[in-house]
Structure formats: structure tokens, C-alpha cells
């Protein structure tokens, strides 16, 4: 007996229960790490490149894959300045620490790499130029984040907010300034400055919401409009990552928030999906956004897809604003492991 393919009749029933809908994967326009990430884990290479004891201060990114490629280069992760050696060189991530921190790294004789974003450096100088000027600041950002605490270095009395229920502790004072964690939707930044306006007499608004984050919230939604189903790529507890799964939910599109594609295990998660958008946060290296292109095409497409699964996660690459393999802007990509690998 044949099934209606002409196929023999077991093989037709493994291929018709088997077989996937997935045929396209569409990558939002702008994705992979973002410029401040980029330039930190690059300084961290370069320093090693020039024959430093390299260490970064903190995961420089909160990525596995990134960390270990990292090490492999002889860069390690310490959480503390007391386990750098006298003389070593110590990178500061991104997101930036207290400027006690500096002091301290500068005092045990250890060579400070600064790769604190320049947006990040800007929302520093505007924080303490607040704190000259007398303003009861409030910060809205999650409060543990090492951002907020290397900002609550310049303004230690500056009021930490996040949800919307905690901002009722924000109290009513003549001379009030506002100021953001960069990660921030700037949805809810608007909010909270429409909220402060009745709680001050003078209201300063700092904009800090970072631009690359709104471009990444718009490239998403636009990709989200679509498609059927979005995979969101990123840490679970990232911000902004979580905050790209909420704005699918806004367009009416399903998402999958995933941190790896060691996450993408059940077929059934596509059931019925024929095209797939695939978005990633700020620290989602481009090289795991392909790895679950590809995966999704494997798992859920149809017979011609996954036949086809690592050309057409190429494919969708090219479509999109940012090259397949841009992990970081070091001009010669050939000396990362990764790419020494393959
Ligand atoms: S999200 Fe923006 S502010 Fe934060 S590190 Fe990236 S570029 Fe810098």
C-alpha cells in the first residue's frame, strides 16, 4: 500500500507526522550585540592580543558561548578586583561600574581597561551634574542591575524605581529630575515622567533610554507584524530581552523566548507556523540568532526546508541589516575561535 506521494505506506505515515510547516525564517533587521557590548568584549581581545593578563570585571556579556570563547583566549571572568594580580589588566564592562571601583582597581596597580559604553559614560556625567545641581533624581531602572549600581556610584541617594507599583514610594519634592537605566522601554520612561510632573514643581527630564534598544524594539515588532510566530533569543533575566517577547505579544504574534538553541527541543512549538521570525537581545551574539534559525528549519520545516535548513538561515541573514558572523568589530574575525573552528 502507498500513501498519496507514491510513498510506501509506513514511510508516508513517519513523513505526514513527522514533517513541519516551517518554510521561512525572517531575522528582524537589526540584531546581534550592540555597540557598547561589541567594543567592551573587543578591548578584552585586543588586550590579550597584546600579551596582557586579561581579565574582565563581571561576565562581559551574560552569554555562554561568549565567555567561553573568551577563556579560551586566556581571558578570565573575575567577580572581585582582589583575584586580579598586581599588574594584570582588568576591562570594565559595558554597563560600567562605581567610580570607587576605579579608584580601587588604579590603587592595587592594575591596569583599568575602560570599556564602559560611551552612552553609559553620558548618563554617568549627567547623573552627577544632577547631583551638583540639587535635584531629588529618580532612576528608573531594575534596581540590582550592574548598571543601576555602577549609576548609583555618582547619585547614591538617587531613588530607584521599575514597576509601576513602586512608584507611589517616589516622593513630592519643588526640584525633581528623571533619568533612565539605557534598557529601559521608553513607554515606560514616558509614563513615569507624565507621573512626575504632579509630584515636583521643577520636573528635569534626562533622557538616557538608549537609541540602539528603541531601533532594536521597532526592527522587532516590524518583524513580528510578519510572521506567525517570533523566537526571541536572549538571558532569561535580560530586560530588554524580555521586553522584545512583550512587544510580540503586542502585535498579536506568539513568542518563544528562548536563552539558547539547546532550548529549541519540541516540534510542536511550530505547529502550523510557516513563517518564523527570529529577534535576540543586545547580548545575543549573531552566531546563536543563525544557530536557531537553522535550528527551527531543522525541527519544524517542512521536507524541503530542513533539507535546505543552513542555506536558508544564510539566506535570511543576508536579508537582514546585520552580516551573519559580525560578533564583534575587531577587524580581523579570522583569529576568534570560533571562526579558527570552522
Ligand atoms: S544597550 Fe545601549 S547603552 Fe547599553 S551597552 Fe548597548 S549601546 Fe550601550
Not at 547631583?131 to 532612576?139: D, S
Not at 528562548?258 to 511550530?270: H, M, P, W
Not at 524541503?304 to 574575525?333: I, V
Request: overall charge negative; glycine content about 8%; charged content about 25%.
Amino acid at each position: 500500500m502507498r500513501g498519496s506521494n507514491g510513498a510506501p505506506w509506513d514511510t508516508w505515515i513517519e513523513m505526514t507526522t513527522t514533517t513541519g510547516t516551517v518554510a521561512e525564517i525572517r531575522i528582524a533587521k537589526r540584531t546581534g550585540f550592540c555597540y557598547g557590548v561589541r567594543e567592551a568584549i573587543d578591548k578584552a581581545k585586543e588586550a590579550r592580543a597584546a600579551g596582557k593578563a586579561t581579565h574582565t570585571l563581571g561576565q562581559v556579556v551574560h552569554n555562554e558561548g561568549v565567555v567561553r570563547d573568551l577563556h579560551q583566549l586566556g581571558i578570565e571572568t573575575v567577580e572581585t578586583l582582589d583575584d586580579v594580580d598586581h599588574g594584570a589588566a582588568v576591562v570594565i564592562r559595558a554597563h560600567g561600574v562605581r567610580p570607587d571601583v576605579m579608584e580601587r582597581a588604579s590603587a592595587r596597580g592594575l591596569e583599568v581597561i575602560d570599556g564602559t559604553c560611551t552612552w553609559v559614560i553620558q548618563e554617568q556625567k549627567e547623573l552627577a551634574k544632577l547631583v551638583e545641581e540639587g535635584y531629588t533624581i529618580v532612576l528608573l531602572g531594575t534596581p540590582k542591575h550592574p548598571e543601576v549600581v555602577g549609576l548609583l556610584g555618582f547619585a547614591p541617594d538617587a531613588i530607584v524605581v521599575d514597576e509601576e507599583e513602586d512608584w507611589d514610594r517616589i516622593p513630592r519634592r519643588k526640584k525633581m529630575a528623571l533619568i533612565s537605566q539605557s534598557t529601559q522601554p521608553p513607554w515606560k520612561f514616558e509614563k513615569l515622567a507624565a507621573y512626575m510632573v504632579s509630584r515636583s514643581h521643577e520636573l528635569k527630564i534626562v533622557n538616557t533610554v538608549c537609541p540602539v534598544t528603541i531601533r532594536r524594539q521597532e526592527d522587532t515588532l516590524e518583524t513580528a507584524r510578519e510572521v506567525d510566530l517570533m523566537v526571541v533569543v536572549g538571558g532569561r533575566s535580560s530586560a530588554n530581552t524580555k521586553e522584545l517577547t512583550r512587544l510580540c505579544d503586542i502585535a498579536g504574534t506568539k513568542a518563544v523566548q528562548i536563552e539558547n538553541v539547546r532550548d529549541l527541543t519540541d516540534d510542536a512549538v511550530f505547529a502550523g507556523a510557516k513563517v518564523v521570525g527570529v529577534t535576540g537581545g543586545t547580548s545575543t551574539p549573531i552566531e546563536d540568532l543563525h544557530a536557531v534559525a537553522q535550528r527551527i528549519l531543522e525541527l519544524g520545516g517542512t521536507p524541503e526546508a530542513r533539507a535546505n535548513a543552513a542555506n536558508l538561515a544564510d539566506a535570511a541573514f543576508a536579508a537582514a541589516a546585520t552580516p551573519a558572523g559580525r560578533t564583534t568589530s575587531l577587524p580581523s574575525p579570522a583569529t576568534t575561535p570560533r571562526a579558527l573552528a570552522s
